[in-house]
């Protein structure tokens, strides 16, 4: 570990032209890197081996837009029809890009791992801080936990739709979901252990394959599959029996925006990062450009070419996968389905290997701040400089999450639905604390180096210009709000057991409990993050 007298020993030379020892560019980026970390009050410890290119395709491979919106567009379908899928995406997709244009500011301000709760540390009113920041990083940690959780559920189903299109007799049994389940974990826990040079190198291979292999699918899908026409954007359908057309849209929205998930998983890599404070900014908003183009393109052709639309909604309300019968539709073979499928899977199993290395660094960080129990443990590095002991608590829990399955997976499935619910609150409690500083004039013009404090906030490198970056930090607000409003409702007006959303339940436990705990325990020991270096 660098000691604060090493590092600014160092960045002193570099200025100076060095000490006889010739700095490359690398280097002086990463001294810089270290001086951002340590005026805000954090000691750099993790290895910074990934560069934009490898963060845009760590970012992008995480988002696996185009090939999970072909398996989560079917909530959409039900609720709103090919037209629903089409603008729901849309609607979505700008929404998100707003939210994530808006937090590219605070990461460039502040390019930190703890990401959300810390940045609501320096910007909430002081007498609230300690209370908003716990919260924030327990809905974040929360929220991250559910994606991996869900990632691993939604991909044990994949394979077991691969085995019955060989097997058309078997019946997955919810034992056999459970172990294809750990086995994604071990996959993504064995890659995570790796050096995070390892990881940035394998999330650089994946993002060729993300890019390639989307023209692997959608040329075929359009060529030989079955042609629509422009009513695919205006064929509403309303399968949830609301009242309105547009409650039914509103409704079936949120599951496709699951399709945008994980694009915070940069942020809680800044650490990792060179030119954190620029490349973090840039390539949250590149991955979702790229990524959101790539996914509305897909739904836009799947819909076109979707076929026999009864024959689609028939297989999803009997549990079959929706997306290899329109590929099997398409091609008319079902060698040349399997083998789309297949990208799908691969991609899907590499965005999982991602969100557990966000994860881990998430709750590494908040551990850092001592604001979960064992934070000492939790808060120790490999000797690879990765966050191993976090990564395998994270990986564990998720293990003892996948046990609900052999009961029934109904409460399980939630697990989308709270991904929505906790992430998207952490994303609001931090751009609607920007909005409110940014309002109040607390945020002092870009100096490299202020000393970023809460009471002395200066804006970073990347910035949206006014009255712009003001706008969408309101527009980002009111979509956060709309979309975590719809994540509780249910799929179908007449509700059962079996088809209640139990997400307002799970995550009303959720924020309880950690509001419970800070005010029996956790306000004596924790007030925001802990500054370890006074530079």
């Not at 422009?230 to 925006?257: C, D, E, H, K």
């Not at 991955?287 to 393109?297: C, E, H, K, Q, R």
């Not at 991609?347 to 960080?365: K, N, V, Y």
């Not at 209640?500 to 924020?511: A, D």
Request: hydrophobic share 50%.
């Amino acid at each position: 570990m660098k000691s604060t007298e090493d590092i600014e020993l160092t960045f002193a030379q570099a200025e100076q032209g060095g000490t006889g020892n010739d700095f490359t560019a690398t280097t002086t980026s990463s001294i810089k890197d270290d001086n951002t970390l340590m005026r805000l009050g954090k000691t750099p410890v993790l290895k910074r081996t990934f560069g934009f290119m490898a963060v845009l395709g760590f970012s992008c491979t995480v988002l696996i837009t185009w090939e999970g919106a072909l398996v989560v567009f079917t909530s959409a379908l039900l609720n709103g029809g090919t037209a629903g899928v089409i603008w729901s995406f849309l609607v979505d997709w700008l929404g998100t890009l707003s939210v994530f244009s808006a937090i590219a500011e605070i990461a460039s301000m502040a390019p930190v791992a703890g990401g959300q709760y810390h940045w609501v540390a320096m910007m909430a009113p002081p007498k609230y801080r300690a209370f908003f920041s716990y919260i924030t990083g327990w809905a974040t940690v929360c929220g991250w936990l559910a994606l991996c959780s869900s990632n691993s559920y939604l991909i044990a189903g994949l394979f077991e739709y691969l085995i019955i299109i060989f097997n058309p007799d078997y019946s997955p049994q919810p034992w056999h979901t459970v172990l294809f389940y750990w086995s994604v974990l071990a996959f993504s826990l064995t890659v995570n252990a790796m050096s995070s040079k390892a990881l940035a190198r394998f999330e650089g291979t994946i993002f060729i394959v993300h890019l390639f292999g989307f023209f692997l699918v959608l040329v075929p899908l359009v060529y030989f599959g079955p042609k629509g026409d422009t009513s695919i954007f205006t064929t509403f359908f309303n399968g949830g029996g609301w009242q309105t057309q547009a409650l039914s849209f509103f409704v079936g929205m949120p599951g496709l925006g699951f399709a945008l998930f994980g694009a915070d998983s940069t942020v809680h890599m800044s650490e990792e990062i060179c030119n954190a404070a620029m490349a973090v900014p840039q390539s949250l908003v590149f991955s979702l450009i790229i990524n959101g183009s790539l996914g509305f393109i897909m739904m836009t052709c799947t819909m076109y070419v979707i076929g026999d639309l009864d024959a689609i909604l028939t297989a999803i309300e009997a549990g079959e996968s929706p997306v290899l019968l329109i590929f099997q539709q398409a091609v008319r073979s079902q060698t040349g389905a399997v083998l789309m499928y297949v990208i799908i899977l691969i991609m899907a199993c590499a965005c999982t290997i991602g969100c557990f290395a966000s994860a881990s660094r998430m709750l590494w960080s908040f551990a850092r701040d001592r604001a979960v129990p064992f934070s000492s443990w939790l808060s120790k590095l490999s000797r690879q400089s990765v966050p191993l002991r976090s990564l395998a608590l994270n990986c564990f829990i998720s293990m003892l999450l996948s046990l609900i399955l052999l009961g029934s997976s109904v409460g399980f499935s939630d697990l989308v639905n709270l991904t929505v619910a906790c992430l998207y609150s952490s994303y609001l409690l931090a751009t609607g604390f920007l909005l409110w500083t940014r309002l109040a004039g607390r945020i002092s013009p870009h100096d490299p180096d202020a000393r970023i404090r809460p009471g002395n906030l200066h804006w970073g490198p990347w910035k949206i210009p006014e009255p712009f970056g003001l706008l969408n930090n309101i527009f980002a607000c009111s979509y956060l709000v709309l979309v975590f409003f719809w994540s509780f409702w249910p799929a179908a007006r007449e509700v059962t057991p079996s088809t209640m959303n139990y997400n307002v339940l799970i995550y009303g436990v959720m924020v309880s409990f950690a509001i419970i705990w800070y005010f029996a325990r956790a306000r004596h020991y924790y007030t925001g993050p802990i500054v370890e270096t006074a530079m």
